[in-house]
C-alpha cells in the first residue's frame, strides 16, 4: 500500500492533534500480547482461541492441569511451535519477526544444553547468538546468581539435572533481557533451589523485567505473581489478579447446638461446607451492605442471637489451589452438561 | 516505509497493545496515517468495548498476517513436487543423453607395432591408390632372419628394464609402397558425402601423383605373461613421399584443408614426413607430455602419459626411426634407447 | 549482520562439537589404520610382485587401481562420519531439547540450518581432502606413483561428501537422528550399486541397463561425482591399454565429467539443501 489508509476529508488540525496525543499517551507495548492463538497436532486441538497480555515489569503465572495447552502457548510465543491461527507480539514486536526474540530470556520445560560445551561456553555461546554485548565477567555474575560459579569451567554432559536447571536460568537471564519466559523452572531443583527461583523472579520484577512463569507449584505462583492465567484445555479459563480469583474468604466456625435457623443464616451469608461441628463458610467480597471486616462479626453475632454456641471462629482464605480446582471442575461439570 | 492499514489504526485506537512498535513509531511521524486515526478514533468501536485483552477479534482477524500465508514455493508439498518433477526431467534427460554425464573421449592405446611404422595413409577417397608394395608384415624366428629380411641393423638391448623378461617376439614388414593421382571429381564426392562442397582445387593438383614408400621395418615385442606387451622396441625406414610436378607437401596441405577429412587420416597425413625428419606418431596432448632430449647427440621426443602408466621414445636418424614403447617409466625407455646405441 | 553472526557462530559450534564429540579422534585413528594398511600393501606390492613381473608402468597402473580401492574406503568413511554426524547435529539436537533454547534466541532457523551445514561440509572436505592427500603421499612413497589430476580428483571427492552430507541434513529434519544416517548411507550404497550395474550394462551394450546407472547418478550425484574422482586418480590412456575386458569395472573411470554434470550436481545440493530449510522451518519443536 503505497498511499493513505483512508480517503477521508481534507486533515483537520485539530484532529490531528487529537490523534497524535492518543499516540502519544498509550502505555508502552506490552511484554507478551497474544491474541487468538491456534494450535492443533493431527486433529487433536491443543491451544484455541488463547488470548493473554503480560505487561512490561508484570510477573504473571501460567496455571492450568497437565495437557492444557500452556508449553505449547509459550512455544508459539517464542515462534517454536508454528501457530494455526492468531498473532502475537513480543516487547512490541510481531513473533514473526526473530528480532521480537532478542530481549527475551527463555528456560525451556526440557531444559538440555551442549554437554560437550563448559557452562561458560553455553553462556558465551548464547550472547553471541543474543547480539547483546555482555562482559565475561557479568556471564560470570550471571552464572553465580544461579550457584554454578563453582562448576563455570565443568562440561555441562556432567551436570546432574538440577544443575542443568540452573544454568538454564542463567542462560534465560544472562542477556540482558526485559522478558523471562521460565517454563516450569523448578521441576528438577530441592527447596532449596525453589526459593533461590523465587528470590530470582522477585529480583526480576523489581528491576521492572517481565516474567511469564508456567509452574506446578501454585504456591510459588501464589507468592511471586501479579497475575495469574488459567489455562484448561486449551483455552483460558480465567485471569485476573490474585486478588480478583482469590476475592471470596472463607471462615471457619465451630458450632454446636446449631439450629434450622442457624443453618439457614449460614447459608444465607455464603456456601456451606459442614463437617461434623465444623462450618466453612465462604464470604464474597462487598455482600449485603456490610463491608468485609463487618462480615464475621455480625454473622457471630446474629449466631449467638440464633441460640448457637460459638466455640471458635477462624479466618481462612480461599487457597490458589482450591480455586484453581473449583475453576477446572466447574469447566467439567459445564462440558458434561453440555455434551447430556 | 509502508502505511499501516485501517485495521492497524482501528486497533491502536481499541487494542493498543496488538500495535507493535514501528507502526507505532510510523503512526507518530506520519500526518497522513494520524488523519486517518482520527477518523478512525471518531467512529465507535465496531465489536464493542474488548473485555479481555486480545478480545478484540474482528480486528485480529483483519489485520494482515504474515504466518500461515507462506509463498507458494515455501510449502513443502509443493517443493518437494518441484523438487521431484526436477529429478525425473534431469533422470530423463540424462536417461536421453541430452544431459551427458560424462566427456566421451576416444582413448587410443598407445600401441607399437611393425604394421604401424610401415603404414601408409588410405587416401583412396581422394585419388587412385596403386600398391606397388605391400609389405607383407609377418612374424618371423629371430633377430637374425629379420636382419635378413629388412636389411635393418636390429634393435635388440642388453639390458631389459624391470618386470620385462623373456624373449621378445619379432615382426618384419616389408618396404610398403603406393602411388597416389589426386583426382578432384574424387575429392568432391568424397566431400558431397560429408556434407560439404569442395575448395577449389589449385592448378595443376587434379591427376598430379605422388609416390609414398614406408618400411622396411622391424618390431620386438616383450610379453608380460598375461599377454599384455611390456616393451616394444622398433625401428623402421621412415616413411617418405615423393613426386613428380606438384610437390607431395601441397597435395598433403590440400587434402587436410578438405572438408570431411577424417581425424586419424588427418593426423596420420601430418606426421606423414617428406623428408622422414619428423615424428610419425600422433601424440594425444590431453592426456600426455612430448619432450625433447638427447640421445646420442640425436633429438629424441620422449612421451609419456599424465599417470607414467605409459611411455615412448621416438628418434629419427638418418631416414631410420626408432621406437621404444612399454608401460613404463620415461627414464626407462631412454635407457632402452641409450643401450640401443 | 547478524544472519552472517549466526551463521559463522553455529558453524564454529558444529566444528567444536566434531572435535569434542571426538568424531575427529575417531576419524584419525581409523584413515591412520587404513593408510597404513594400504601403505603395507603398497610397499608389498612393489617389493614382490614389481620386481620382476610387472614394468614400473604396470606397477603404477595397478597402483593407481588400488589408490582407487582405498579412495573408495575414504570416501566410505567420510560419508559414514559425516551422515552420522549430521543425524545428531541436528535431528538429536531437537529431540534432546538443545535446539529449544537456541531457536528461542533472534535467529532464523535458515541461519542456523546453514551454519550448521557449513560446519558439516567444512569438517567433512577438510577431512576427505586431508586423508586423501595423505593416501595419494603414501603411494608416491611406496610405489612412486602420483595420480594425474590430483586437485580436480580431490575436490570432486569433497562435493561428493558435500552431496551425501546435504542429503543427510535433509532427511535428519524429517526422521529420528538414526534413520537419517542409515538412509544417507543406504542411499549412497544403493547408487554406487546401480553405478556398477550401468558400468556393466555399458560393457555388455544393453542400454536399458546401463540407463540405471545414468538415472541414479542423477538422481544422487554421489556416484558420478566419485567416478568423475576416480577419473582424476588414474589415467585413461592406461585403461585403454589394459583393454575392453576392464570396462564396468567399479573402480575404473574412462572418463571425466562434464561441466552440465557438475552444475546439475551445484543444483541438486541447492534443490536438497532448500528443500532441508523448508522442512525444520515448519518444524515444531
Redesign the interface.
Same mark, same amino acid.
Given at each position: 500500500? !503505497?498511499?493513505?489508509?483512508?480517503a477521508?476529508p481534507p !486533515?483537520?488540525v485539530a484532529? #490531528?492533534e487529537?490523534?497524535?496525543r492518543?499516540? !502519544?499517551e498509550?502505555?508502552p507495548?506490552?511484554a507478551i500480547?497474544?491474541?487468538?492463538l491456534r494450535k492443533s497436532?493431527g486433529r487433536r486441538p491443543a491451544v484455541e482461541e488463547v488470548?493473554?497480555?503480560v505487561r512490561r515489569g508484570e510477573v504473571v503465572g501460567l496455571l492450568g492441569p497437565n495437557g492444557a495447552g500452556k508449553t505449547t502457548v509459550i512455544?508459539m510465543l517464542?515462534?517454536?511451535? #508454528?501457530?494455526?491461527?492468531?498473532?502475537a507480539?513480543l516487547l512490541?514486536?510481531?513473533t514473526?519477526d526473530?528480532?521480537? +526474540? !532478542?530481549r &527475551?530470556g527463555?528456560?525451556?520445560e526440557?531444559? +538440555?544444553?551442549?554437554p560437550?560445551?563448559s557452562a561458560t561456553e553455553v553462556m558465551a555461546?548464547?550472547v #553471541?547468538?543474543?547480539?547483546v554485548t555482555v562482559t565475561p565477567a557479568e556471564q560470570r555474575e550471571c552464572l553465580a546468581l544461579v550457584g554454578l560459579a563453582e562448576r563455570s569451567r565443568d562440561r555441562v554432559g556432567g551436570f546432574s539435572k538440577g544443575m542443568q536447571q540452573r544454568l538454564?536460568l542463567a542462560?534465560a537471564l544472562v542477556a540482558r533481557p526485559e522478558l523471562v519466559v521460565l517454563d516450569e523452572p523448578t521441576s528438577a531443583l530441592d527447596p532449596l533451589g525453589r526459593a533461590d527461583v523465587r528470590d530470582i523472579v522477585l529480583d526480576l520484577r523489581s528491576r521492572g523485567v517481565a516474567v511469564l512463569l508456567n509452574s506446578h507449584l501454585i504456591g510459588e505462583v501464589e507468592r511471586v505473581c501479579d497475575r495469574v492465567v488459567i489455562l484448561d484445555r486449551g483455552r &483460558?479459563a480465567a485471569?485476573g489478579t490474585l486478588e480478583d480469583l482469590l476475592g471470596r474468604r472463607e471462615v471457619r466456625l465451630h458450632l454446636v447446638d446449631a439450629s434450622p435457623a442457624v443453618h439457614a443464616r449460614l447459608a444465607a451469608t455464603g456456601t456451606v461446607e459442614q463437617t461434623g461441628d465444623w462450618y466453612a463458610v465462604t464470604l464474597p467480597v462487598g455482600t449485603g451492605g456490610a463491608t468485609d471486616d463487618d462480615a464475621v462479626p455480625h454473622l457471630v453475632r446474629d449466631l449467638v442471637a440464633l441460640g448457637a454456641r460459638v466455640h471458635a471462629v477462624e479466618p481462612g482464605r480461599v487457597s490458589l489451589e482450591e480455586r484453581l480446582l473449583d475453576i477446572l471442575r466447574a469447566g467439567a461439570t459445564a462440558r458434561s452438561e453440555a455434551d447430556a | 516505509m509502508r502505511h499501516p492499514d485501517d485495521a492497524v489504526l482501528r486497533r491502536l485506537v481499541h487494542e493498543p497493545a496488538g500495535v507493535a512498535d514501528t507502526d507505532r513509531e510510523h503512526v507518530t511521524a506520519c500526518p497522513q496515517c494520524l488523519d486517518g486515526l482520527a477518523i478512525v478514533a471518531g467512529r465507535p468501536h465496531p465489536g464493542g468495548a474488548p473485555t479481555v485483552p486480545g478480545a478484540d477479534r474482528r480486528d485480529a482477524r483483519s489485520a494482515p498476517r504474515t504466518r500461515g500465508g507462506d509463498p507458494l514455493w515455501r510449502r513443502p508439498a509443493v517443493a518437494v513436487t518441484a523438487f521431484a518433477v526436477v529429478l525425473a526431467g534431469a533422470g530423463a534427460a540424462a536417461a536421453n543423453d541430452w544431459l551427458p554425464i560424462f566427456r566421451t573421449e576416444e582413448v587410443v592405446p598407445l600401441e607399437v607395432g611393425a604394421d604401424d611404422l610401415v603404414d601408409l595413409p588410405d587416401l583412396s577417397a581422394y585419388g587412385d591408390v596403386v600398391v606397388t608394395q605391400d609389405g607383407d608384415v609377418e612374424a618371423v624366428q629371430d633377430a637374425a632372419t629379420a636382419a635378413a629380411r629388412t636389411g635393418l641393423e636390429i634393435p635388440e638391448p642388453t639390458t631389459l628394464p624391470r618386470g620385462v623378461t623373456g624373449e621378445p617376439a619379432v615382426q618384419v614388414g616389408g618396404e610398403v609402397e603406393a602411388t597416389f593421382t589426386f583426382s578432384a571429381e574424387r575429392a568432391a564426392r568424397a566431400a558431397a558425402d560429408a556434407g560439404e562442397t569442395l575448395p577449389p582445387t589449385p592448378a595443376g593438383l587434379d591427376g598430379s601423383q605422388v609416390r609414398m614408400v614406408a618400411g622396411p621395418g622391424v618390431a620386438l615385442t616383450w610379453s608380460h605373461p598375461s599377454g599384455a606387451p611390456s616393451l616394444v622396441v622398433a625401428r623402421a625406414v621412415a616413411p617418405t613421399a615423393s613426386s613428380s610436378g606438384v610437390s607431395f607437401e601441397t597435395v598433403r596441405d590440400h587434402v587436410l584443408s578438405l572438408p570431411g577429412v577424417p581425424e586419424d587420416l588427418a593426423a596420420q597425413l601430418r606426421a606423414f614426413p617428406a623428408d622422414g625428419s619428423t615424428l610419425p606418431l600422433p601424440v594425444p596432448a590431453d592426456r600426455a607430455t612430448s619432450s625433447t632430449v638427447d640421445v646420442g647427440g640425436v633429438p629424441a621426443t620422449v612421451v609419456e602419459t599424465h599417470d607414467r602408466s605409459m611411455a615412448a621414445v621416438v628418434q629419427v636418424e638418418d631416414g631410420v626411426v626408432t621406437v621404444v614403447a612399454g608401460p613404463l617409466g620415461a627414464d626407462e625407455v631412454l635407457a632402452v634407447l641409450r643401450d640401443l646405441r | 549482520m547478524t544472519g552472517v553472526r549466526t551463521v559463522l557462530t553455529i558453524a564454529g559450534l558444529t566444528l567444536r562439537e566434531a572435535r569434542r564429540r571426538r568424531v575427529v579422534l575417531a576419524l584419525a585413528v581409523l584413515t591412520v589404520l587404513l593408510l597404513g594398511l594400504s601403505g603395507w600393501g603398497f610397499s608389498r606390492l612393489a617389493a614382490e610382485s614389481g620386481l620382476d613381473t610387472l614394468t614400473s608402468g604396470q606397477a603404477r597402473l595397478a597402483a593407481s587401481q588400488l589408490l582407487n580401492l582405498v579412495m573408495f574406503g575414504l570416501s566410505l568413511i567420510a560419508a559414514l562420519g559425516t551422515a552420522f554426524l549430521a543425524g545428531p547435529t541436528l535431528a538429536g539436537e531437537t529431540e534432546s531439547g538443545i535446539a529449544l533454547s537456541v531457536l528461542a534466541r533472534p535467529v532464523r532457523r535458515h541461519q542456523v540450518l546453514l551454519g550448521k551445514w557449513l560446519g558439516l561440509v567444512t569438517f567433512g572436505s577438510a577431512y576427505v581432502v586431508l586423508a586423501g592427500l595423505a593416501q595419494c603421499l603414501v603411494v608416491l612413497a611406496t610405489v612412486d606413483y602420483w595420480p594425474p589430476r590430483p586437485a580436480a580428483a580431490l575436490a570432486l571427492l569433497a562435493a561428493q561428501t558435500v552431496v551425501l552430507l546435504t542429503l543427510a541434513v535433509l532427511l535428519s529434519t524429517v526422521v529420528s537422528p538414526m534413520a537419517s544416517g542409515v538412509v544417507a548411507v543406504g542411499l549412497f550404497g544403493a547408487t554406487w550399486i546401480a553405478g556398477v550395474v550401468g558400468g556393466v550394462g555399458a560393457a555388455f551394450g544393453n542400454e536399458g541397463v546401463a540407463r540405471v546407472g545414468t538415472i541414479s547418478r542423477m538422481v544422487l550425484p554421489t556416484d558420478g561425482l566419485w567416478r568423475g574422482a576416480m577419473h582424476g586418480f588414474q589415467d585413461s590412456a592406461a585403461i585403454a591399454q589394459v583393454g575392453a575386458e576392464m570396462e564396468g569395472f567399479p573402480f575404473l573411470s574412462d572418463a571425466p565429467l562434464t561441466g552440465a554434470y557438475l552444475a546439475w550436481a551445484a543444483v541438486w545440493v541447492a534443490m536438497v539443501w532448500g528443500l532441508a530449510a523448508i522442512s525444520f522451518q515448519r518444524r515444531d519443536l
Amino acid at each position: 500500500m !503505497a498511499t493513505g489508509p483512508t480517503a477521508g476529508p481534507p !486533515a483537520d488540525v485539530a484532529a #490531528r492533534e487529537t490523534a497524535a496525543r492518543l499516540v !502519544a499517551e498509550l502505555p508502552p507495548s506490552s511484554a507478551i500480547w497474544a491474541s487468538g492463538l491456534r494450535k492443533s497436532y493431527g486433529r487433536r486441538p491443543a491451544v484455541e482461541e488463547v488470548s493473554l497480555e503480560v505487561r512490561r515489569g508484570e510477573v504473571v503465572g501460567l496455571l492450568g492441569p497437565n495437557g492444557a495447552g500452556k508449553t505449547t502457548v509459550i512455544k508459539m510465543l517464542l515462534g517454536l511451535v #508454528r501457530a494455526d491461527g492468531g498473532e502475537a507480539m513480543l516487547l512490541g514486536r510481531p513473533t514473526t519477526d526473530p528480532a521480537a +526474540r !532478542a530481549r &527475551v530470556g527463555y528456560l525451556p520445560e526440557l531444559f +538440555r544444553y551442549q554437554p560437550w560445551l563448559s557452562a561458560t561456553e553455553v553462556m558465551a555461546l548464547h550472547v #553471541r547468538l543474543a547480539g547483546v554485548t555482555v562482559t565475561p565477567a557479568e556471564q560470570r555474575e550471571c552464572l553465580a546468581l544461579v550457584g554454578l560459579a563453582e562448576r563455570s569451567r565443568d562440561r555441562v554432559g556432567g551436570f546432574s539435572k538440577g544443575m542443568q536447571q540452573r544454568l538454564g536460568l542463567a542462560v534465560a537471564l544472562v542477556a540482558r533481557p526485559e522478558l523471562v519466559v521460565l517454563d516450569e523452572p523448578t521441576s528438577a531443583l530441592d527447596p532449596l533451589g525453589r526459593a533461590d527461583v523465587r528470590d530470582i523472579v522477585l529480583d526480576l520484577r523489581s528491576r521492572g523485567v517481565a516474567v511469564l512463569l508456567n509452574s506446578h507449584l501454585i504456591g510459588e505462583v501464589e507468592r511471586v505473581c501479579d497475575r495469574v492465567v488459567i489455562l484448561d484445555r486449551g483455552r &483460558v479459563a480465567a485471569s485476573g489478579t490474585l486478588e480478583d480469583l482469590l476475592g471470596r474468604r472463607e471462615v471457619r466456625l465451630h458450632l454446636v447446638d446449631a439450629s434450622p435457623a442457624v443453618h439457614a443464616r449460614l447459608a444465607a451469608t455464603g456456601t456451606v461446607e459442614q463437617t461434623g461441628d465444623w462450618y466453612a463458610v465462604t464470604l464474597p467480597v462487598g455482600t449485603g451492605g456490610a463491608t468485609d471486616d463487618d462480615a464475621v462479626p455480625h454473622l457471630v453475632r446474629d449466631l449467638v442471637a440464633l441460640g448457637a454456641r460459638v466455640h471458635a471462629v477462624e479466618p481462612g482464605r480461599v487457597s490458589l489451589e482450591e480455586r484453581l480446582l473449583d475453576i477446572l471442575r466447574a469447566g467439567a461439570t459445564a462440558r458434561s452438561e453440555a455434551d447430556a | 516505509m509502508r502505511h499501516p492499514d485501517d485495521a492497524v489504526l482501528r486497533r491502536l485506537v481499541h487494542e493498543p497493545a496488538g500495535v507493535a512498535d514501528t507502526d507505532r513509531e510510523h503512526v507518530t511521524a506520519c500526518p497522513q496515517c494520524l488523519d486517518g486515526l482520527a477518523i478512525v478514533a471518531g467512529r465507535p468501536h465496531p465489536g464493542g468495548a474488548p473485555t479481555v485483552p486480545g478480545a478484540d477479534r474482528r480486528d485480529a482477524r483483519s489485520a494482515p498476517r504474515t504466518r500461515g500465508g507462506d509463498p507458494l514455493w515455501r510449502r513443502p508439498a509443493v517443493a518437494v513436487t518441484a523438487f521431484a518433477v526436477v529429478l525425473a526431467g534431469a533422470g530423463a534427460a540424462a536417461a536421453n543423453d541430452w544431459l551427458p554425464i560424462f566427456r566421451t573421449e576416444e582413448v587410443v592405446p598407445l600401441e607399437v607395432g611393425a604394421d604401424d611404422l610401415v603404414d601408409l595413409p588410405d587416401l583412396s577417397a581422394y585419388g587412385d591408390v596403386v600398391v606397388t608394395q605391400d609389405g607383407d608384415v609377418e612374424a618371423v624366428q629371430d633377430a637374425a632372419t629379420a636382419a635378413a629380411r629388412t636389411g635393418l641393423e636390429i634393435p635388440e638391448p642388453t639390458t631389459l628394464p624391470r618386470g620385462v623378461t623373456g624373449e621378445p617376439a619379432v615382426q618384419v614388414g616389408g618396404e610398403v609402397e603406393a602411388t597416389f593421382t589426386f583426382s578432384a571429381e574424387r575429392a568432391a564426392r568424397a566431400a558431397a558425402d560429408a556434407g560439404e562442397t569442395l575448395p577449389p582445387t589449385p592448378a595443376g593438383l587434379d591427376g598430379s601423383q605422388v609416390r609414398m614408400v614406408a618400411g622396411p621395418g622391424v618390431a620386438l615385442t616383450w610379453s608380460h605373461p598375461s599377454g599384455a606387451p611390456s616393451l616394444v622396441v622398433a625401428r623402421a625406414v621412415a616413411p617418405t613421399a615423393s613426386s613428380s610436378g606438384v610437390s607431395f607437401e601441397t597435395v598433403r596441405d590440400h587434402v587436410l584443408s578438405l572438408p570431411g577429412v577424417p581425424e586419424d587420416l588427418a593426423a596420420q597425413l601430418r606426421a606423414f614426413p617428406a623428408d622422414g625428419s619428423t615424428l610419425p606418431l600422433p601424440v594425444p596432448a590431453d592426456r600426455a607430455t612430448s619432450s625433447t632430449v638427447d640421445v646420442g647427440g640425436v633429438p629424441a621426443t620422449v612421451v609419456e602419459t599424465h599417470d607414467r602408466s605409459m611411455a615412448a621414445v621416438v628418434q629419427v636418424e638418418d631416414g631410420v626411426v626408432t621406437v621404444v614403447a612399454g608401460p613404463l617409466g620415461a627414464d626407462e625407455v631412454l635407457a632402452v634407447l641409450r643401450d640401443l646405441r | 549482520m547478524t544472519g552472517v553472526r549466526t551463521v559463522l557462530t553455529i558453524a564454529g559450534l558444529t566444528l567444536r562439537e566434531a572435535r569434542r564429540r571426538r568424531v575427529v579422534l575417531a576419524l584419525a585413528v581409523l584413515t591412520v589404520l587404513l593408510l597404513g594398511l594400504s601403505g603395507w600393501g603398497f610397499s608389498r606390492l612393489a617389493a614382490e610382485s614389481g620386481l620382476d613381473t610387472l614394468t614400473s608402468g604396470q606397477a603404477r597402473l595397478a597402483a593407481s587401481q588400488l589408490l582407487n580401492l582405498v579412495m573408495f574406503g575414504l570416501s566410505l568413511i567420510a560419508a559414514l562420519g559425516t551422515a552420522f554426524l549430521a543425524g545428531p547435529t541436528l535431528a538429536g539436537e531437537t529431540e534432546s531439547g538443545i535446539a529449544l533454547s537456541v531457536l528461542a534466541r533472534p535467529v532464523r532457523r535458515h541461519q542456523v540450518l546453514l551454519g550448521k551445514w557449513l560446519g558439516l561440509v567444512t569438517f567433512g572436505s577438510a577431512y576427505v581432502v586431508l586423508a586423501g592427500l595423505a593416501q595419494c603421499l603414501v603411494v608416491l612413497a611406496t610405489v612412486d606413483y602420483w595420480p594425474p589430476r590430483p586437485a580436480a580428483a580431490l575436490a570432486l571427492l569433497a562435493a561428493q561428501t558435500v552431496v551425501l552430507l546435504t542429503l543427510a541434513v535433509l532427511l535428519s529434519t524429517v526422521v529420528s537422528p538414526m534413520a537419517s544416517g542409515v538412509v544417507a548411507v543406504g542411499l549412497f550404497g544403493a547408487t554406487w550399486i546401480a553405478g556398477v550395474v550401468g558400468g556393466v550394462g555399458a560393457a555388455f551394450g544393453n542400454e536399458g541397463v546401463a540407463r540405471v546407472g545414468t538415472i541414479s547418478r542423477m538422481v544422487l550425484p554421489t556416484d558420478g561425482l566419485w567416478r568423475g574422482a576416480m577419473h582424476g586418480f588414474q589415467d585413461s590412456a592406461a585403461i585403454a591399454q589394459v583393454g575392453a575386458e576392464m570396462e564396468g569395472f567399479p573402480f575404473l573411470s574412462d572418463a571425466p565429467l562434464t561441466g552440465a554434470y557438475l552444475a546439475w550436481a551445484a543444483v541438486w545440493v541447492a534443490m536438497v539443501w532448500g528443500l532441508a530449510a523448508i522442512s525444520f522451518q515448519r518444524r515444531d519443536l
